[in-house]
């Protein structure tokens, strides 16, 4: 079994930034991508940013240019790091990890979420 546990929401104003962190544990063999995913009140989960084991990262074009998402390998980690937040940004933010649990197994995992409220 594989957890992911996020930190790092909280309530900010517009224009300021926040750092989201999440830490991937359990039966890891390796991890392919890993990313962060968002929800809004009434909307669908939607893609924020994601990064593969290389280090190639992919942005929703709403996010460009203020979000920055890192990895760290050897410890599993994934990082969000949100500037210029906008009122928009608003949702429960999702970790998840492409991991795979041996040779053969592969499964997408995902995290209870965290919570960013940016107020005007």
């Known amino acids: 079994q594989v957890q992911l546990v996020e930190s790092g929401g909280g309530l900010v104003q517009a224009g300021g930034s926040l750092r989201l962190s999440c830490a991937a544990s359990g039966s890891i063999f390796s991890i392919n991508a890993m990313g962060w995913y968002r929800q809004a009140p009434g909307n669908q989960r939607e893609l924020v940013a994601v990064?593969?084991?290389?280090?190639?990262?992919n942005y929703a074009d709403s996010v460009k240019g203020r979000f920055t998402i890192s990895r760290d390998n050897a410890k599993n980690t994934v990082n969000l790091q949100m500037s210029s937040l906008k009122p928009e940004d608003s949702a429960v933010y999702y970790c998840n990890a492409d991991v795979r649990t041996s040779v053969l197994g592969r499964m997408d995992y995902w995290g209870k979420g965290t919570l960013v409220t940016v107020s005007l």
């Open positions: 990064i593969t084991s290389g280090g190639r990262t």
